[in-house]
């Protein structure tokens, strides 16, 4: 009976029969019976969970921030999409971080996440995020646990092979997943020209130690193929990047059957130290180029937007002993360094087995020279001379690799749904379990960094059909936890997760959760409308715009009556929120904006502009449940038609104006 009921029965069939025969059918071990281990990941109110899982939430553009383990979703950062819950990209404060060298561009695909380390751990500061659209890349803080900055990259066209971290933060690496030609060269040229005139590039985004601001440092030119995942080397492989390719054939159309002609692509391996020594050697040429720079300061709680020119660039050519390529089984997809710096794993989603190449290896076969020609000026190393060795039959279409720091690695099966654990020395299979269903990337706490904090793995799956109530043509995706702390892996919980994550990883709360920003202070708010107190509340007129000076604290806004605005006016309501506790956000909203509310924190300016498109009287109001009179704080706007003479004025508390402002406008000198 047991056997029957645990060896043979779908795992999550069983919780029910577990329920009605707990006495006869339980279990040996937790191992075979996801209910049995559903305390595992019950959080008891008043405890926290153990880690922060950062997960990215592709095509919502935004960052999800879940507990381990217990699954529970606590924040959607906004990072490249307009968030109309928070007022991010809606606000004039927070519009400057979504420009681009195209404009305004308030959606992006958001894939892959890093966090930063320092000596190859985690250091619990900021989080990197890729746009993979229009190529950005986004820091978020984790002190606040808001988008910090973004930073364009030239020269690159989905920017998927990113973002990827160095040990000590030095960089990030960018690679472009599309080839195309340079932003400098006429582009207008014929799409069957690919092999002469598009180029890749990879860029390295040095990020200050101190502030974390970004900066390209150099970019590298490549030949023309799409780069895919990468991993930075770590210990013995500090210095060096791992870059997949596909698309070696140089195809530009149907590249499904066309990119997979060659029996191998390649693992491009990049001496990033040596790049250094060319870069300051002068061997990098200026190429003009424009794009965004966006930072966010805490203190005037406004981004701006530079345009940058410029861009230091590193060919091949002139550069020997920088770049090797490593061939590799078709397609390979994510390129993952284990904790020791020594073992980089392929995994090609075409492929039989998942190669594992030692660094030690590679080193010897560039001082020896085993080389296999060169592809595009570049030496191909010999497979075998590069190579540790094979996994056979992992499963079908491996994807990622993630590390337990026990010798292990844990590679997530598209094709065969599963995670199948390995031995990273001897490359035997050690265990397999299910993902329902089509797991994409998957998560270790720790897991791509030197000292991997283990317990769990994360997968994150494509398809939920028939596992979750539908919901109409579209259903949502999951994530399984699963602990890997014994010899099998056990699945513990299942949940579903936001947008469609692709990478995502998880870090100790221990390490963040007392670092948080509770407030910010009002007295060190340097917002140029900020109102520190009701007392410095104002509304001032500037041609048609007109700026209003507000301020909210429980319960009510100051002003909340404003006359004298005309039809055709821009009015740019400046609010400050001046609650000095933590968690007591204040919105506003007014009815008939284009845009959406702001949610503004203690301490904090934030702005939204309304235009007034017709006259009559609009009510604004909180939109955040923030004490028991929240349902009291609101106000009123009187607009007057375009020409007329109503003053300009504003209270609060009184039923007729309090203070007046002399208006600069000559039709308006008058009132009654
Ligand atoms: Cu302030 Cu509701």
Redesign the pocket.
């Known amino acids: 009976m047991k056997r029957f009921c645990f060896k043979t029965i779908p795992v999550l069939i069983l919780t029910p029969l577990c329920l009605l025969f707990l006495e006869s059918c339980k279990p040996k071990t937790a191992q075979s019976a996801a209910g049995g281990d559903a305390s595992k990941s019950y959080i008891a109110p008043g405890k926290y969970d153990e880690f922060y899982n950062v997960v990215s939430g592709g095509f919502n553009g935004q960052v999800a921030v879940y507990g381990i383990p217990s699954g529970r979703l606590f924040r959607i950062i906004p990072v490249f999409s307009q968030s109309p819950e928070s007022g991010y990209g809606f606000s004039e404060e927070t519009k400057p971080m979504l420009n681009t060298s195209h404009g305004f561009v308030p959606w992006d695909d958001q894939h892959h996440i890093a966090l930063s380390q320092t000596r190859g751990e985690h250091d619990g500061r900021w989080v990197f995020a890729n746009g993979n659209n229009t190529p950005r890349i986004a820091r978020i803080d984790l002190h606040t646990f808001r988008t910090a900055e973004i930073l364009e990259i030239p020269n690159s066209a989905g920017n998927h092979a990113s973002p990827f971290i160095t040990e000590n933060s030095e960089y990030v690496l960018a690679a472009t997943r599309f080839s195309v030609p340079l932003d400098d060269q006429n582009g207008d040229v014929p799409i069957n020209t690919y092999k002469k005139n598009f180029k890749g590039s990879i860029s390295f985004i040095s990020i200050d130690a101190v502030s974390g601001e970004m900066n390209i440092a150099f970019q590298i030119r490549t030949p023309g193929v799409n780069f895919d995942l990468s991993r930075a080397g770590k210990g013995v492989s500090h210095g060096w990047f791992f870059v997949s390719c596909y698309n070696s054939e140089q195809a530009n159309t149907l590249l499904e059957v066309n990119a997979s002609a060659k029996d191998k692509d390649f693992i491009m391996a990049i001496n990033w130290k040596k790049a250094e020594e060319y870069l300051k050697a002068g061997k990098a040429k200026k190429q003009a180029v424009r794009y965004a720079h966006n930072v966010y300061d805490e203190k005037t709680h406004s981004a701006t937007s530079t345009i940058k020119t410029e861009v230091s660039v590193l060919d091949p050519a002139d550069c020997p002993d920088m770049l090797y390529m490593i061939p590799c089984p078709k397609s390979p997809h994510g390129a993952d360094v284990d904790p020791t710096g020594e073992y980089i794993v392929a995994s090609g989603k075409l492929a039989a087995t998942i190669p594992v190449f030692s660094f030690t290896k590679i080193q010897k076969a560039i001082a020896d020279h085993a080389f296999d020609g060169e592809y595009d000026g570049i030496p191909v190393l010999k497979y075998e001379a590069a190579l540790h060795g094979e996994v056979v039959k992992p499963g079908l279409g491996p994807l990622h690799t993630e590390f337990d720091g026990k010798g292990n690695a844990y590679t997530s099966m598209f094709v065969s749904s599963e995670i199948v654990k390995w031995n990273i020395k001897d490359l035997k299979v050690l265990d397999r379990v299910p993902t329902y269903y089509s797991i994409g990337h998957l998560s270790i706490p720790g897991g791509p960094t030197a000292k991997p904090h283990g317990k769990y793995v994360i997968a994150y799956n494509k398809i939920t059909k028939d596992r979750y109530l539908p919901t109409g043509p579209e259903l949502t995706q999951s994530a399984q936890l699963y602990d890997i702390t014994g010899e099998k892996m056990k699945l513990l919980l299942d949940f579903p997760t936001t947008g469609e994550p692709h990478y995502a990883e998880a870090i100790p709360a221990s390490m963040i959760m007392s670092k948080q920003k509770k407030i910010f202070k009002i007295e060190e708010n340097m917002h140029p409308y900020a109102a520190k107190g009701e007392g410095q509340v104002k509304v001032e007129r500037s041609g048609n715009q007109v700026h209003v000076r507000m301020t909210?604290?429980?319960?009510h806004?100051t002003p909340d009556n404003i006359e004298g605005v005309r039809v055709g006016d821009e009015v740019y309501f400046h609010v400050t929120n001046l609650e000095q506790d933590w968690d007591?956000?204040?919105?506003f909203a007014i009815k008939g904006a284009n845009n959406a509310e702001i949610l503004i924190m203690p301490g904090e300016t934030q702005t939204l502009k309304w235009k007034a498109d017709r006259s009559g009287i609009f009510p604004f109001?909180?939109?955040?449940?923030?004490?028991a009179?929240?349902?009291e704080?609101q106000g009123y706007i009187r607009v007057s038609p375009a020409g007329s003479n109503v003053a300009l004025l504003f209270s609060t508390g009184t039923n007729k104006p309090a203070v007046t402002t002399p208006d600069k406008t000559p039709a308006d000198t008058s009132n009654k």
């Open positions: 909210a604290i429980r319960s806004l007591v956000p204040h919105g109001y909180c939109t955040d449940f923030c004490s009179l929240h349902q704080m």
